[in-house]
């Protein structure tokens, strides 16, 4: 049976090719793969976010998609459309760039909350309608979407409804003086990209979750997961002076997501148990994207990851 860190180092090795850095980001969307979940990348251009992705896709062998998402897309573009043959009257299904076993939904806070919403079903039910007609969507599929945290005009927020279906909020960071340098030194007089070769499959991500399944995590454990994402609704009330950090605390989505995403990085990393250590390294990227912060916590200064920060301080760490 492949162990999880040899199947995560031969797609690293292949994704390396043409991405050099980003490891922990990497790690991350694995972990998605494995855990069934979808991935909001966030950074700013030119960080290499769609290459990664494009990459993570040839490396596992399975089918790729890119929409670039602008103001003027239809979600007719997303999922597809009814189309009238002349020859026979009859109407046939044409079907959208959904179908896919990878999407990549490049800069989704530029189009409509009408073509977001056309994202909702499918990666929410694994489907989508077309015509009145349900049709399923290839497995695995997973959506991986960008966005560029600085430029805001003329741009569509998620909603939180939307949102809270990502099972990651990963912050892509630039690259280290070492990595910019070897991205010179190997990028800077070669105009052709990499070819990538398939180094894994979609059938064996798929059995490789029936191992993920098995990975054992504790009844204190379990508790450990509960207590942090509860500990963010408790600051959503107001203390004795009036002043509350979070208008909303994260939903028991959260507590599933870091349920499965602990066990599948634990399973990556050699591991048959999830401890506490794996719970609390995941907690940000499970967790920034599921609370907000009221008017007076942003007024202090505060950040999503500050406050996900006292929440594990103040949380009891379990003893396994």
């Known amino acids: 049976m492949l162990t999880g860190p040899t199947w995560s180092q031969k797609l690293r090795d292949e994704i390396g090719l043409a991405v050099i850095g980003q490891d922990l980001v990497i790690e991350r969307l694995l972990v998605a793969?494995?855990?069934?979940?979808?991935?909001?990348?966030?950074?700013?251009?030119?960080?290499?976010?769609?290459?990664?992705?494009?990459?993570?896709?040839?490396?596992?062998?399975?089918?790729?998609?890119?929409?670039q998402f602008t103001p003027d897309l239809l979600p007719s573009d997303v999922v597809g459309t009814m189309i009238f043959s002349p020859k026979d009257g009859t109407f046939t299904?044409?079907?959208g760039p959904i179908f896919a076993n990878l999407v990549l939904a490049d800069e989704i806070n530029r189009a409509p909350a009408k073509v977001q919403s056309a994202l909702l079903e499918g990666m929410q039910e694994r489907q989508v309608t077309i015509g009145g007609q349900t049709h399923p969507l290839p497995r695995p599929f997973l959506v991986m979407a960008t966005q560029n945290p600085v430029e805001q005009e003329g741009t569509y927020p998620l909603p939180e409804a939307q949102t809270d279906r990502f099972l990651f909020k990963l912050l892509v960071e630039y690259p280290s003086a070492e990595e910019e340098a070897t991205m010179l030194t190997r990028w800077g007089q070669v105009t052709r990209a990499p070819v990538l070769q398939a180094v894994s499959s979609p059938d064996e991500l798929l059995s490789l979750r029936t191992a993920v399944d098995k990975i054992h995590i504790a009844p204190a454990i379990e508790a450990y997961i509960l207590a942090l994402v509860?500990?963010?609704?408790?600051?959503?009330?107001?203390?004795?002076?009036?002043?509350?950090?979070?208008?909303?605390g994260a939903s028991p989505r959260a507590?599933?997501?870091?349920?499965?995403?602990?066990?599948?990085?634990?399973?990556?990393?050699?591991?048959?148990?999830?401890?506490p250590s794996i719970i609390q390294e995941l907690a940000p990227d499970v967790l920034r994207h599921r609370i907000a912060l009221t008017y007076e916590?942003?007024?202090?200064?505060?950040?999503?990851d500050r406050i996900i920060g006292k929440v594990i301080e103040r949380t009891s760490v379990p003893s396994i």
């Not at 509860?230 to 909303?248: E, N, S």
């Open 297 to 304: 916590a942003e007024a202090a200064e505060q950040t999503a």
């Open 33 to 67: 793969l494995l855990a069934n979940g979808h991935v909001l990348l966030e950074g700013m251009p030119g960080l290499a976010k769609t290459l990664l992705v494009k990459s993570l896709g040839s490396a596992l062998g399975v089918q790729f998609e890119r929409i």
């Open 255 to 275: 507590s599933l997501s870091l349920y499965t995403a602990g066990r599948a990085l634990a399973w990556l990393r050699g591991l048959d148990f999830v401890s």
């Open 230 to 248: 509860r500990g963010t609704r408790a600051l959503t009330v107001p203390d004795d002076k009036g002043y509350r950090m979070l208008t909303f």
């Open 93 to 95: 299904a044409h079907r």
